[in-house]
């Protein structure tokens, strides 16, 4: 999208805010994208995008008439796909519960992390997705009573959000589930898709297997102060010198304790705890989230890694390359002889 279209999608984005009486600094945030990286922004953009839909929307109207030919047609196919009741509602759904998980992913991805107190709070969150799950006629029922006056009315799809999207003979681009209500097709065509997607990866993710893993945090000296010596020794059976290891960090002050980090940490294991070195070191290298890094989608990819694995670290080792130069067979291998 050019500059002035996006100047456009901004002006009239405004606009149709300050109507709903939106909040100002919602106006700098409209823009936000996904992130590949970041599990939190991703959450985040879920959140503003249903926030500021209606004026999004609204935007994507006008440059589907006003802007250039390419802006028009792309601005057209957003706007069709946009104003259709299962978007609408899968919207309000996926919002609905990244409301509850974007708190933890924050957590997660925070400098004082508490692995074990996250993985505790995910649990919570999974028995109350799991009760849900029990129960998605009551889910689909507040699903629909949050997108009709806050979305559907505005937009003019209140009247679909009342209707059965028809039914064929063959099931090929859409879901055809049989129902004899709008909330009976929505609760079978998504909620309880949805539903079972998240229950399945929590269970995956933080699963009982992963619960060792997770008490190598126990180990800082944040954490050890409230534990027993009992509990921090049932956490790490291997280590004998926790008695020792928790009275040197006793005698710490208290603010040396909750900033220390575990890098820190390695630093008191050198000569005398080399078993807890080795836990500490597993626990540096734990990752708590599974985010795309950037060189899978990056450029220097085929440098980076399609290269490395092929050549050695020494033929790398300063070395260029010069398109404009251009160099034949016969003289590269004459010249290596």
Known sequence: MSIPNRRVCKDVAREG????????????TITLTLSETTWSEKYKSIRVFKENFCAILEALETLSRDGNNATRKHAYQLHAAASKVSFIFSLVLIAKYSALLEPTVNVLQSVSLDAVQASQHIGRILKLIRNHRKNPEKVTDEIFKDATPAIAE????????KSIPRTAKRQQNRSNHPAKSPSEFWRRSITIPYLDSIINYLEIRFSEENGPSFTLTKLHPAQMKNISLEELEEACEEFKNFTLWKKIWEKKPESIKLSVSVVEILKETEDFFLKLRRLLKILVALPCTTCTVKRPFSSLRRIKTWLRSTMSEARLAMM???TGNTFSKTSTISSTK
């Open 17 to 28: 805010q300050g109507r709903a009486a939106a909040p100002p600094e919602v106006n700098e």
């Open 154 to 161: 505005k937009i003019g799809l209140a009247e679909d959000m």
């Open 320 to 322: 260029s390359v010069h």
